[in-house]
């Protein structure tokens, strides 16, 4: 493993999270102090900063952001929030580590009568049918490295993953 695979990964917006299969190496790499103290030194010659906890590992600017960047991030970011919400209703037990079922989740959602999450769904998916809503919903967690499909065989099971803890960690903040 070298910083420049981790980099040219980082910088695709990525947050890799040490339990994840795909990027775990990158983050156990970084989890050695002499690998993360050189990575953040290159980065910081280039405007960036390294910034991990809890498992996983994502680049910002060095800089502090301005409110019109600030607003930016969070109205990029409305949805993965919305996302997760959704998520902790549903399933209020799921932290990182913690492994989901599509077919729980889907079932979860035809129990429950929620206006405000069925707003929030609405929102999110046009379309009303709950099956490939629900598709889309998982597909959405994966690409925004909140959840990692265990094995490929078995489209049920979803490993959360490590970079959750940062967005309830915003969550909680705001």
């Not at 929620?114 to 769904?121: R, S, Y």
């Amino acid at each position: 493993m070298d910083i420049a695979t981790i980099f040219k990964v980082m910088m695709k917006g990525v947050m890799i999270s040490r339990n994840s299969q795909k990027y775990g190496e990158m983050a156990t790499f970084l989890l050695y102090e002499e690998n993360y103290i050189h990575y953040e030194e290159v980065l910081q010659t280039l405007g960036y900063e390294l910034n991990g906890e809890n498992g996983y590992f994502f680049l910002s600017k060095s800089e502090a952001l301005n409110k019109d960047e600030i607003d930016q991030f969070v109205r990029s970011h409305k949805e993965v929030f919305m996302l997760i919400s959704i998520l902790k209703q549903l399933m209020p037990y799921v932290r990182s580590g913690t492994t989901i079922r599509y077919t729980e989740f889907v079932s979860l959602h035809e129990q429950k009568r929620d206006e405000k999450m069925n707003e929030k769904w609405q929102y999110l998916f046009a379309q009303s049918d709950l099956r490939s809503s629900s598709e889309k919903f998982f597909e959405r967690l994966q690409k925004e490295y909140i959840i990692e499909q265990i094995d490929r065989k078995d489209s049920d099971s979803y490993l959360v993953l490590n970079g959750m803890d940062y967005y309830l960690s915003l969550l909680e903040s705001m």
